[in-house]
């Protein structure tokens, strides 16, 4: 068996982040994860429909390993990325920092994981790798998925090697610290202007503010879109609340960021954006609440409901964006 040493696979509940939670600490800097979240300019929102889907997606977070890219540049880190569509190469790719004591990060596809409870088709998974042995491979995941749990070899394999959406060429990664790496307290005000930026101007209605706006008159119409509206309303609705969003489709995660950050920085304009995205948080929950309601009794008073939420929601996200785009000023 090859193993890393003084893992810490510590409680944690998005994919990404907590990948790049055991690689941060194993370098010894230790940040809890609503501020890797924060830190990595992760909020966002996406109404995604197309031909492909079989129904409606609600995204509530930057495209996956964006936020591990952006995290890692206003940190100041060394990210070095391994993309090959060799599956030798990709095991060689992650075999060696192992040996070398370091853990590795990989983006696969969550479907074909042992222990993964949920068999739907998710390519942009990540997870941290911190040993192997001639069958097994050893991962830290979400406290979900099991937190430090174990996969066969052969799955990995066919993992890292899925193709489809959001998919990458058996993509793995490391972290190195600089020597005059910034402290994680002067990359706030970048952080949190740089995702105020990208939602108050998205390129397409889609996304930001104008796509929560979007939701709020599409929604509506959701049960003409499915002839099984239990499963996929229901599911709509999981997505938001418990795969590995926080909750509240990532806004319980961007409230207790802005609140670690009032802690630290003294700023009136901080503190209305924590306040504005507590209360989005709360009507969030509220629109998932409703949208589980409209698939249990075909009724589309909910999603009616549902929809004048996401335009106040779409309104107080917006307040609160500008508000804190101005902490640069």
């Given amino acids: 068996m090859t193993t890393v ?93 192992i040996a070398a004591g370091h853990p590795v990060g990989l983006q696969l596809d969550s479907y074909y994981l042992d222990y993964f409870t949920a068999k739907v088709h998710f390519g942009g998974h ?28 052969t799955s990995l394999a066919q993992a890292r090697a899925a193709r489809g959406p959001m998919t990458a060429a058996h993509r793995s990664f490391t972290l190195a610290a600089a020597r005059d790496m910034p402290s994680p307290r002067s990359r706030i005000i970048p952080a949190i202007t740089a995702c105020a930026d990208a939602f108050l101007n998205p390129p ?42 926080g909750g509240a489709l990532f806004r319980t995660f961007y409230r207790d960021f802005l ?29 998932a609440a409703l949208i589980t309601r409209a698939g249990e009794s075909g009724d589309a008073h909910h999603l009616v409901q549902a929809g004048s939420l996401l335009g106040d929601l779409s309104r107080i996200e917006c307040a609160a964006m500008r508000a804190l785009s101005c902490l640069g000023q």
């Avoid at 995204?59 to 880190?77: E, M, Y």
Wanted: hydrophobic residues 40%; contains cysteine.
């Fill in 5 to 97: 040493t003084d893992i810490d696979a510590r409680g944690t509940q998005h994919c990404e982040t907590t990948a790049l939670g055991v690689l941060l600490r194993h370098l010894g800097i230790d940040l809890s994860e609503p501020m890797l979240f924060g830190l990595g300019s992760g909020l966002s929102f996406i109404y995604w429909d197309s031909k492909n889907l079989g129904f409606p997606f609600l995204g509530g977070r930057i495209k996956p390993f964006d936020l591990t890219r952006n995290l890692a540049t206003g940190l100041g880190l060394e990210l070095s990325v391994r993309e090959t569509t060799s599956p030798r190469k990709a095991w060689e790719n992650v075999a060696a920092p």
């Fill in 126 to 153: 990540v997870v941290a790798l911190y040993g192997y042995d001639d069958h097994d491979a050893y991962l830290i995941d979400t406290d979900q998925q099991g937190g430090a749990v174990s996969t066969s070899r």
């Fill in 204 to 245: 397409i209605a889609n996304l930001g503010y104008r796509g929560i706006e979007k939701a709020g008159k599409l929604v509506p119409t959701w049960l003409r879109r499915t002839d099984h509206p239990r499963r996929d309303l229901a599911q709509a609705a999981l997505l938001m609340e418990k795969a590995g969003t």
């Fill in 259 to 287: 609140a670690e950050c009032a802690r630290t920085l003294d700023s009136r304009h901080l503190r209305t954006g924590h306040g504005l995205y507590t209360e989005a948080a709360t009507l969030w929950t509220e629109v």
